[in-house]
C-alpha cells in the first residue's frame, strides 16, 4: 500500500479537499519564512541569552523579553539537553503507513540502544518543528496527528511502542507533549484513511477551517492560510 507522507496526514485532519488540491498542484514546498524559522529549532542554546537586538533580527512570534523568559522555562526542563543535542536532526523515517521528515529523534538515556544491553533504555522521543503559534494548550489537532504518525514510522523502525512525541514551536520558544492516547490514534488512522481515500474533489466544507486555507478561493468558500496557524 502506498506511503503517505507526514505533512498530508495534517491536512487530511484539517480537511481533505484542501490535501485534493495540493496533490494535484504537487504543492508542498515551505516558504522561506516558516523554514526560517523551523530553523530557530537548532538555535535555543545560542538564543536563550541572545540580546535584544539580535532577537528583533529574528522572525520571532514574541518579543525579546518574552522569548527569552519562554526558553528559559525550556531550559529547566528535563529533556532540554537533548533538544539542544538531539541524537539526529532533520532525518527521513519510512514506517508501515507513513513517510517523511522528523526534525529531531531525542534518545533520553544520552544514546542509541544497545543490542547488548538487558535492559531497554527510555524510548526515543521523535519532534516534530512547526513555524506557527501553538494553541492555548496543547497541540493543534493536525499537528497532533503529524505527530502520532512520526512517532509510529520511528516505532516501526525500531521495533518497540513510543508513548509520546514532541512539537515545537521555535518561534514563540515553547514545545508541548503529543501523547500517545486511544483517541489520538483513532484521529490518525481516521486522517490515514481519508488521505488514501482521496480519487476526486472530497465534499466542500465551508467554517472557520476555511479562513485559513490557501484554496478558500478556487474552492468556493466565503472564508482566507493553513501555513500561518500550522506553519
Known sequence: MTLVP????????????QLYYVRRDDERSVPPKARERIGLAFRYDELVDAPDRALRQLP???????????????RERDLYGSL???ASERGFLSGRDCHGTV????????????????EQSPPPIPTLVSSGEPPENGVWEPQAVRAVGIAKALA???ERELPRALVEYP??????????????KAAYREALRAARSIDGPPPR?????????DYAAECGTRRRSLRSLLG
Open 6 to 17: 507526514f505533512s498530508d496526514l495534517a491536512r487530511a485532519a484539517y480537511c481533505p479537499r
Open 60 to 74: 520571532l512570534h514574541r518579543s525579546p523579553a518574552a522569548y527569552r523568559r519562554n526558553l528559559d522555562r525550556l
Open 84 to 86: 539542544v543535542d538531539p
Open 103 to 118: 526534525h529531531k529523534v531525542l534518545e533520553p538515556s544520552g544514546g542509541a540502544e544497545d543490542p547488548d544491553e538487558t
Open 156 to 158: 516501526w523502525e525500531r
Open 171 to 184: 518561534a514563540v520558544g515553547v514545545v508541548r507533549e503529543v501523547r500517545l492516547t486511544l483517541r489520538k
Open 205 to 213: 466544507v465551508d467554517d472557520g477551517r476555511c479562513s485559513t486555507c
